[in-house]
């Protein structure tokens, strides 16, 4: 009797023991997933924003350099200018004022232009030529390849220098040109470059800044990028997103789900024990699956009881596989032509619509492929790639880099183009038309298929957005294809309603 009464004490204990670690098993499987899903969530998103700040930046470099070789080319080809050589060779001072004072009236965004000769005289009156004693004693000993200044003290009058030689035909060297740029022209730059919420900073050679816009508190990325012409350096930064209120609903929601599965797993597993080990048991394995990110197999139960409970579990292993499966596969990069996706391009267009609100002008483009079923049906799937993949080629080759080309879907494609007008587009469309073709013939492909267009443009302060913009530009290429196909349409309701 005792021997029995043992063994039944000794089983009791043993299964409330195995119960306990299961339980525990259950919980730490179900948050570490939960934990691994949210972590990895905002890693994605870290990377997502870290690779658009890197293109920001890119952008931002290349506009400030084509700013500064702007300059750079007018003080250059100033000093080669023939005139100016045989002035400085032959003419007399005055001359040689009278030619400072004709190419400063040509010069905006200025604060001074001047010559100064050989043996370091100015020619002209230094305050009248806009040269301070900062940037005459800079003018009297600078070489060509040290690093311009800037120069901060004067309200107003914030500019950088810039001096180059001018030499005879012999090479000797005639005297010197020097030229202050404003200060406001790179702000300018910077400020056209920042995006919403983002802060951009340039840093002289010191590390002290020169022109800003914007400005963030907190934790941010940055990024940072070197203007090695002038020994500057670039700084782009972004907020660090945090968890959103719908990002904390949907934990609450986790966490209120596994608190529901737990408890109803204690009442079933207090009546049946054994059959309820066993489901937990599957329970686990599935949630293993999820810490390994493998799909998770269907959880099926013997108790209709347990049904609920397993409807969950399954939903919620199939929500975390989908989701992973979502952002591993999730990219700004469409996989057959290499060119920006749909996600890209939304993620783009914002910044573009501000351009438009600035006062740039910005044309959308939706275009497609005219009988691309044709090309399926007739010649095969492989043959319609390829006439994508031959669009997708003549689309990179005919847009700039301030251009945004993507592929919405199947053969239709998207052109944000800025700093044309409507003759602009018509001549850039004839061209795609034309090499398109030209391309699909190069290719062995024998077919002959045109492309038609729609275009509309963003309108400035006006409640824009991406859905409007691409319904306008979808009117626009339905009225191509109705007109006979092969052709540029502009969107008739938006030019009405501007004539209007």
């Given at each position: ?10 089983r ?13 098993g ?50 250059d080809?100033?000093?080669?200018d ?55 004693s ?24 810039q001096?180059?030689?001018?030499r ?12 202050g ?14 995006q ?6 340039l ?6 800044p ?14 940072s ?11 782009v ?13 949907q ?66 292993a ?11 596969t ?5 996989s ?41 049906d007739?010649l ?12 997708a ?33 018509e ?6 038309a ?11 492909l ?28 979808d009117?626009?290429?339905?009225q ?6 092969g052709?540029l ?12």
């Amino acid at each position: 009797m005792n021997d029995q009464e043992n063994t039944a004490s000794h089983r009791l204990i043993s299964l409330r023991w195995r119960f306990l670690w299961f339980l525990v098993g259950v919980i730490g499987l179900f948050t570490a997933g939960m934990i691994l899903s949210v972590l990895f969530s905002f890693h994605s998103s870290d990377v997502a924003d870290e690779r658009l700040l890197d293109v920001e930046a890119t952008q931002t470099q290349s506009s400030l350099m084509r700013r500064w070789d702007y300059y750079r080319d007018i003080i250059d080809s100033q000093a080669r200018d023939p005139y100016l050589i045989n002035l400085m060779t032959q003419g007399s001072s005055e001359a040689l004022q009278e030619w400072v004072a004709s190419r400063r009236a040509l010069l905006p965004h200025t604060v001074g232009l001047a010559l100064l000769s050989a043996q370091g005289e100015l020619y002209g009156d230094a305050v009248e030529l806009g040269v301070g004693p900062s940037c005459l004693s800079y003018l009297r000993q600078v070489e060509p390849d040290v690093l311009a200044p800037v120069h901060r003290n004067s309200p107003g009058r914030e500019h950088v220098d810039q001096v180059a030689l001018v030499r005879n035909a012999n090479g000797v060297i005639l005297g010197k040109i020097f030229l202050g740029v404003r200060l406001t022209q790179l702000q300018r730059v910077v400020d056209d470059a920042t995006q919403p919420g983002h802060a951009i900073t340039l840093f002289d050679s010191a590390g002290l800044p020169i022109v800003s816009s914007g400005r963030l508190h907190g934790k941010v990325h940055e990024t940072s990028v070197p203007l090695t012409a002038m020994g500057w350096s670039l700084k782009v930064q972004a907020p660090v997103q945090r968890l959103s209120s719908g990002g904390w609903l949907q934990i609450l929601a986790g966490v209120m789900t596994l608190v529901s599965v737990l408890v109803f797993l204690v009442v079933v597993v207090l009546r049946t024990r054994g059959p309820l080990l066993q489901d937990i048991h599957l329970a686990l394995d599935a949630l293993g699956c999820l810490t390994r990110n493998e799909a998770a197999p269907s959880i099926k139960t013997r108790y209709i009881e347990f049904a609920p409970v397993t409807e969950d579990i399954n939903r919620i292993a199939q929500q975390l596989h989908d989701q992973r499966e979502q952002l591993a596969t999730l990219s700004l990069t469409d996989s057959l032509t290499d060119l920006p996706n749909r996600r890209a391009f939304e993620i783009q267009f914002p910044h573009m619509l501000g351009l438009a609100d600035r006062g740039h002008a910005i044309a959308l483009v939706l275009l497609d492929v005219d009988h691309f079923k044709t090309i399926n049906d007739e010649l095969g799937h492989a043959a319609g790639d390829q006439a994508l993949v031959v669009l997708a080629k003549t689309l990179k080759a005919l847009t700039r880099s301030s251009d945004m080309t993507s592929r919405l879907a199947g053969d239709e494609f998207t052109v944000l183009l800025s700093g044309l007008d409507n003759p602009g587009v018509e001549v850039w469309y004839q061209h795609l038309a034309d090499r398109f073709r030209s391309e699909l013939r190069a290719t062995g492909l024998q077919v002959d298929n045109t492309i038609s267009a729609g275009q509309t443009w963003l309108q400035s302060m006006a409640g824009d957005s991406i859905g409007k913009a691409l319904a306008r530009a979808d009117y626009a290429l339905y009225q191509a294809k109705a007109r006979g196909r092969g052709q540029l349409v502009l969107d008739e309701a938006v030019r009405d309603n501007s004539e209007g």
